[in-house]
């Protein structure tokens, strides 16, 4: 099953996040005359699974850094799977992080391997946005 991507809310915190359900994107809709903002890109593409423990290793230290990324499951996408297979020599390595540039195993995380990915995709360490998958 496909990623949905629904857009991005501000929360009652005030805080960006990406609208989990159609229905969260639609009642979060501004006002008229309300403040706009533009939405952060997500330049990150977590393959995952449900039950790897280096995934939430991975979503949390992305988090923590507040840096987006869109979260796709494998065992749900037969070719988010098969592109992870070609990315790690046969292997259905997760998480894996891919941009535009970049594609990197996280398997056995560490925040040394996090880093390097990051420095690697030539992104910042800290963002502004979180992700909902």
């Known amino acids: 099953m496909p990623t949905r991507t629904y857009g991005w809310v501000m929360d009652q915190d005030q805080q960006v ?3 989990a359900t159609e229905e969260d994107a639609v009642t979060a809709l501004p006002e008229p005359g309300a403040q706009r903002f533009d939405p952060p890109k997500t330049e990150i593409t ?6 790897c423990g280096d ?3 991975a979503k949390r230290f992305l988090d923590a850094k507040g840096i987006a990324y869109t979260e796709v499951d494998i065992e749900q ?5 098969e592109l992870v297979m070609r990315l790690n ?6 998480p894996t992080l891919v ?16 880093r390097a ?11 502004t946005a979180r992700r909902d998958s």
């Open 17 to 19: 996040r990406q609208a």
């Open 55 to 57: 995934c939430v290793a």
């Open 46 to 51: 977590m393959y995952t699974t449900t039950w």
């Open 89 to 94: 020599d046969g292997r259905r390595s997760v």
């Open 99 to 114: 941009t535009e540039s970049t594609a990197a195993s996280l398997s056995g995380f560490s925040i040394a391997k996090a």
């Open 77 to 81: 996408d037969a070719d988010a799977a």
């Open 117 to 127: 990915f990051l420095e690697a995709a030539g992104l910042s360490g800290e963002g």
